[in-house]
């Protein structure tokens, strides 16, 4: 019986951890692929970090964004490795917030090395945001927090 009780254990919590989403660590070669992505959706770029009040209060504008618009992809890219190198604090935070976009986390340790190669006018703040539209080349870049109907508004003026 005991063994049973463990098996099931066992398999409930390998279950568990499928669902939880789990955020890849790449480098800025990598994300500089992705944000080059020829797609027919505008894509939506957040870097944020747990411990930056702004960047939590509007993740749920992103969230809705994802879930609402399937002409928009969103990533969201967590810059937490830079002041601490635990992977596993975001993806607590990932877990606990219930986040269904794409997460990735910049594994880059210099910010002021690579910055410039995101946007020429990021001083490096954040919240920040790269909305880009593909198919025409427009780009938009925002280093502040959103607000309710800033995405949608800066989308339409991409397209």
């Known amino acids: ?3 049973i009780i463990l098996s099931l254990f066992v398999l409930l919590s390998s279950g568990l951890s499928l ?12 994300l500089q692929k992705l944000i080059s992505a020829r797609t027919d959706q505008i894509q939506v770029i957040n870097f944020w970090a747990t411990w930056c009040a702004p960047c939590v209060k509007e ?22 490795i830079d002041l601490d190198p635990d992977p596993q604090k975001v993806e607590k935070f990932i877990e606990r917030k219930k986040i269904l ?8 340790r210099n910010p002021n090395s690579w910055i410039g190669k995101i946007d020429q006018r990021w001083s490096g703040a954040l919240p920040a945001t790269l909305i880009i539209n593909s198919a025409n080349g427009r780009r938009k870049f925002i280093e502040h927090e959103m607000h309710e109907g800033d995405l949608e508004k800066m989308i339409e003026e991409i397209k």
């Open 1 to 3: 019986m005991g063994k």
């Open 59 to 80: 993740i749920p504008l992103f969230e809705r964004l994802n879930q609402e618009r399937t002409d928009v992809k969103v990533l969201l890219v967590s810059m937490d």
């Open 101 to 108: 976009s794409q997460v990735v986390i910049l594994d880059e």
């Open 19 to 30: 669902m939880a989403q789990k955020a890849e660590l790449i480098k800025l070669d990598k």
